[in-house]
């Protein structure tokens, strides 16, 4: 969650906010409203839905009030990489809100709330946390070792625990859908989409695909969805997953992945993992270059 206002926002308005205070005896809230440029300006905020064009790809939301910006009211967004379908009225959701250009407001990282989705998600969140601090220097899980049981939210925002998995053969990565570089994330998700395939076409019956995104504060349910969509992927056996931060960032370091904040991007590393109907971590490849065939091999 991006706390508000953004430490980068708020460095911008530093300066702007100082002058303006020092020149102006206006009220707090007043000029700090003024520093705020709209064209650059994003905000976080919580509302529900009461109206939906999917023509026009646009809500109607009724926000709660946005402090020193905005009161509470009922308003049309444009959204943006999500997937439209999921939306319906009544919906609680948050999500950023930026003004792209006047009179245009965009919501990006759209997540629908459920209070008891989000406690559960929570608690298997905090006990990752505490797991991944009692194995301290050991913390990466090595092949041989059982895979970090977790509960995350699938692309279309249910609960998917580790445990549903058990049984079934499990190909994991970590992407993220904003990834620029063509030969990481696109062509990770393009390959295993391929054995998602040469699965199908051979028969092989209990194998899962699940990619888990680094992003999540960017890649919400909807995101995912829209990225799965986007790419004609069969979701019957192919889960996008993403979660609480914390959850996520725990999970990177017990998969031995790194994954750096780079201007608004993620400089990371690649590892794709094979796991056994016990839950063991029975193969890694390391980096971009494996092909779809190479696992196939060993999943036949
Ligand atoms: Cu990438």
Redesign the pocket.
Known sequence: MTPFPSPRIGWLLLPVLLVLSACKPSSPAKSEAAAIDPAKAAFDIKGEIVGLTPANRTLLVHHEEIPNYMPAMTMEFTIGSADFSVFKEGQRISARMTQPEPGTFLLERIRILDSEKDRIAAAAAAELRQETLIRGKSVHREVGEDAPRFTLYNQDGNLVSFEKFRGRRVVLNF??TR?P?AT??PA?TAKMATLQRLVREQGIKDVELVSITLDPVNDTPPVLKAYATTRGIDSSNFSFLTGPESAIRDLLLQFSVLAEPDENI?K?T?ATLLIDRDGRIIHRIDGSQWSPDELIARLR
């Open positions: 992407i993220f990834c570089v990481m994330c990770a993620f990371h690649l």
